[in-house]
């Protein structure tokens, strides 16, 4: 259906993109990392970026806070769309994760690499789960318990996760990947042999999508949920979306919002300096092409790089001015922001942003880049 009010090819990018940061940020101003994860469908569980994309977004709570979110027992980090890793609540992982596991077989050359088959996969499962039934194993102690070779525990593990017999547990430390790993609860992901009513699945997450990241493309859903165009227009029109362009559709509850907040353009000045992380839900929730990603000014910065993968981006307003990057030297991290282009008043809100933010995540804002005395962020 063609709303009468609004036409795509008629809407300004500067109000789309005020629009897409409206809908990316200001609404989620108090929310928590649960409710983030729920409107999102997921945030990827690398860290940083599972608790740095909340603190882009509300800017109330601390890293403390935020840290102690990720411990709630109700979110799991399971794969998800683009057999990405994705933090998100439980009552959605079983919807997600039947969406998009593939089959054992898809994943035999994971333990053919290691020199183990699917039999020895099978074999050593029954181990492996009663091994990190009730506390998170290190993969260390996992290969030492199963005697297995550190390449073997990483495939047995992997291969595990993808299996929904296993689920990752973030150390200690909020900048560390390596991770823990202990058994799924009980009936939380489907088995291989487990039917599924993968259409009903797919038109759930099509329709949570829409909701949450609309205006979408087909283009978009499609790379979204990793699945063919012609499945993408299909969900689309079965969501009940509403089509505002040759191909661009929104749900029918954003709809009247939508309109509305054309109405009222020139209103919507949206201000501020926001550090997105990597692998934001922003950067990675459009698909390359995209007028979205154009209209923010990404592609301009560089804001991905040539595996399609989301830099760090600093937003002033409803504009992508730079990337920004963390480093690691010793147990410190490191903030690097080129300020080299920027000048006057612009300059100077970048200048206190980055301190600002380097004192929110611990870090340090490295100031030699720039010529600058340092100031540390504890």
């Not at 300004?12 to 409206?22: D, F, G, K, R, T």
């Not at 054309?262 to 839900?281: E, I, K, M, N, Y």
Request: glycine content about 8%; hydrophobic content about 40%.
């Amino acid at each position: 259906m063609v709303s009468g009010k609004t036409y795509w090819d008629e809407l300004p990018n500067e109000l789309l993109a005020e629009w897409i940061v409206s809908e990316h940020f200001e609404r989620f101003e108090d929310s928590t990392l649960a409710e983030i994860a729920e409107a999102y469908i997921g945030v990827y569980s690398t860290r940083p970026t599972s608790w740095l994309a909340v603190l882009a977004r509300n800017r109330s709570i601390d890293r403390t806070e935020v840290l102690s979110m990720e411990t709630d027992p109700a979110l799991v980090r399971i794969p998800g769309m683009r057999r990405s890793k994705f933090l998100l609540p439980q009552s959605l992982a079983a919807t997600v994760f039947g969406v998009t596991r593939l089959s054992l077989a898809d994943h035999e050359w994971r333990l053919r690499d290691v020199k183990l088959t699917l039999a020895d996969y099978r074999r050593i499962l029954p181990s492996l789960t009663e091994l990190t039934t009730g506390s998170p194993v290190r993969l260390k102690d996992i290969g030492d318990a199963l005697g297995l070779s550190g390449p073997q525990t990483r495939a047995c593990t992997t291969v595990a996760t993808y299996d929904g017999a296993l689920i990752r547990i973030p150390s200690s430390n909020p900048w560390s990947n390596r991770w823990l790993y202990t058994a799924a609860p009980n009936g939380l992901l489907q088995s291989d042999d487990t039917p599924i009513d993968r259409e009903r699945l797919q038109l759930d997450i099509a329709r949570r999508y829409i909701q949450n990241y609309g205006p979408v493309s087909v283009d978009d859903l499609a790379w979204w949920m990793a699945i063919s165009k012609k499945t993408a227009r299909l969900l689309l029109e079965r969501a009940g979306a509403y089509e505002i362009g040759s191909g661009i559709w929104l749900s029918a509850n954003q709809k009247d919002k939508f309109e509305e907040f054309v109405l009222h353009a020139g209103q919507h000045s949206a201000t501020g300096v926001r550090f997105l992380p990597a692998w934001d839900p922003l950067l990675m929730g459009y698909a390359p092409g995209s007028r979205q990603r154009d209209c923010l000014g990404l592609n301009q910065i560089g804001g991905y790089d040539a595996a399609g993968n989301g830099r760090p981006v600093v937003l002033i307003g409803s504009r992508a001015v730079t990337t920004w990057r963390i480093m690691r030297s010793g147990s410190k991290r490191l903030i690097s922001l080129d300020l080299s282009s920027f000048v006057g008043k612009e300059r100077k809100d970048l200048q206190e942003s980055v301190l600002t933010w380097a004192n929110q995540i611990g870090a340090i804002y490295d100031h030699e880049t720039n010529g600058e005395e340092p100031t540390t962020g504890e």
